[in-house]
């Protein structure tokens, strides 16, 4: 079966320090993979998405970046964290050939 | 651009009694609806979805409907537990590639 993992749980960051989410997925094949933002009790912000190694699609112009250096590997950076960073970091993928997305346990960020 | 609004905000019932939620979205071509339930601090998990192809479906206590023409989906919830408290939020499918998610709905089930 398949399973998503991101890590880590928690994060506390200074404003200005970098920043690295990384979320891999196993049981799976070529995946569509994305990234979403949730703000404390908000709702679910869709960041960037991939159809495939090297590929990706950005939602909302911002200070973060992502990239997919393997097939079942999607990676959240940032150069410098804002304070308006701070969130609930979400990983999710979906089987190319169905259309449900499933999320991964979310990364806590707050960034001070 | 694409969106989907969702209503209520918050919505109380007491336990035993039905919770409905609704949803609207805006592009046409949508064809999947999901619907998922996020507990405080987790995951969202799926609970269940609908297709263009078909008006209702059904799982137990939970039942989705869609409006194609009116492009309006539900979702329904009988008999209401304690342990259906959580914040539900509604998505459609866009561009094939991604879904966009309503603004979520907050359900309190009072014993």
């Known amino acids: 079966s398949q399973t998503i993992h991101q890590w880590p749980a928690t994060l506390v960051q200074p404003v200005g320090s970098p920043l690295s989410l990384e979320c891999t997925v196993e049981?799976?094949?070529?995946?569509?993979l994305y990234w979403y933002r949730q703000a404390a009790g908000r709702g679910l912000q869709l960041l960037f998405y991939?159809?495939?190694?090297?590929?990706i699609s950005s939602e909302v112009p911002q200070n973060l970046s992502a990239s997919r250096p393997q097939d079942r590997q999607f990676i959240l950076s940032s150069k410098k964290l804002l304070l308006s960073d701070s969130g609930f970091y979400l990983c999710?993928?979906?089987?190319?050939?169905?259309?449900?997305?499933?999320f991964g346990p979310g990364t806590r960020l707050l960034v001070l | 651009g694409e969106n989907v609004e969702q209503h209520p905000s918050t919505l109380s019932v007491q336990e035993g009694d039905s919770a409905v939620i609704k949803c609207t979205y805006s592009?046409?071509?949508?064809?999947?609806f999901p619907w998922y339930k996020q507990e405080l601090g987790k995951r969202p998990q799926l609970i269940i979805d609908i297709r263009s192809n078909v008006g209702e479906k059904k799982d137990q206590r939970i039942a989705v409907t869609l409006n194609k023409t009116a492009k309006h989906f539900s979702l329904h919830i009988t008999e209401t537990q304690p342990e259906d408290s959580a914040v539900y939020f509604c998505?459609?499918?866009?561009?094939?590639?991604?879904?966009?998610f309503g603004t979520g709905t907050r359900l309190q089930v009072f014993p």
């Open positions: 998505a459609a499918v866009i561009n094939t590639d991604k879904l966009i």
């Open positions: 592009d046409s071509a949508s064809n999947y």
């Open positions: 999710a993928w979906r089987d190319r050939g169905l259309e449900t997305q499933y």
């Open positions: 991939s159809v495939g190694i090297g590929q």
């Open positions: 049981g799976t094949s070529n995946p569509n």
